[in-house]
T-cell receptor, first 113, second 116 residues
């Protein structure tokens, strides 16, 4: 079965400093992985998607994630945080057996001025 | 990118009434749509999956007679909460996908339902 684990429920950074949101996955085959962002009282917006092409995936708003099979990780990074990045971030994997998305528990990113 | 809309964005209703929420894919045809429920500070919980022209498939524990789902066209799915009760108050989010399982799900902005 597929699963994802988001290692931090909360991450706080200062504006202008790097962001690292950690996600580990478990999959018996090559996974399809996503990062979504959710701002308060909003739906989810796709940041980026990995589907066995390039291991370094670039997304919107300066975010990127690197697929590391040896570490079963798909961490989300951004070189310099903006206040507008404050939101909830979800790491997601597709369960091919059920055709459903499996969500991590989410990481709340706070950005301080 | 693909856009999914939901209407209404928020609704307040009295206990015992029914509420319909619409989910539309604006610039693509969605063969499959999903309905999720999200409680405060929690992740999304899948309620049901609907394919155009077919009956929805409900997740375990979700009452199909209470949460009626219709996917009548490739761009529209509706969720009707029947005989709503205060415990149905929640944030309901739909998503839409074109075809294959690896295709991206695009999410709507969500509907905040409050039942008094």
């Amino acid at each position: 079965a597929q699963s994802v684990t988001q290692l931090d429920s909360h991450v706080s950074v200062s504006e202008g400093t790097p962001v690292l949101l950690r996600c580990n996955y478990s999959s018996s085959y090559s996974p399809s992985l996503f990062w979504y962002v959710q701002h308060p009282n909003k739906g989810l917006q796709l940041l980026l998607k990995y589907t066995s092409a390039a291991t370094l995936v670039k997304g919107i708003n300066g975010f990127e994630a690197e697929f590391k099979k040896s570490e079963t990780s798909f961490h989300l990074t951004k070189p310099s945080a903006h206040m507008s990045d404050a939101a909830e971030y979800f790491c997601v994997v597709i369960d091919y057996n059920t055709d459903k998305l499996i969500f991590g528990t989410g990481t709340r990113l706070q950005v301080f001025p | 990118g693909a856009v999914v809309s939901q209407h209404p964005s928020w609704v307040i209703c009295k206990s015992g009434t029914s509420v319909k929420i619409e989910c539309r894919s604006l610039d693509f045809q969605a063969t499959t749509m999903f309905w999720y429920r999200q409680f405060p500070k929690q992740s999304l919980m899948l309620m049901a999956t609907s394919n155009e022209g077919s009956k929805a498939t409900y997740e375990q524990g979700v009452e199909k007679d209470k949460f009626l789902i219709n996917h009548a066209s490739l761009t529209l799915s509706t969720l009707t909460v029947t005989s709503a009760h205060p415990e149905d108050s929640s944030f309901y989010i739909c998503s839409a996908r074109t075809s294959g399982a690896t295709d991206t799900q695009y999410f709507g902005p969500g509907t905040r339902l409050t039942v008094l």
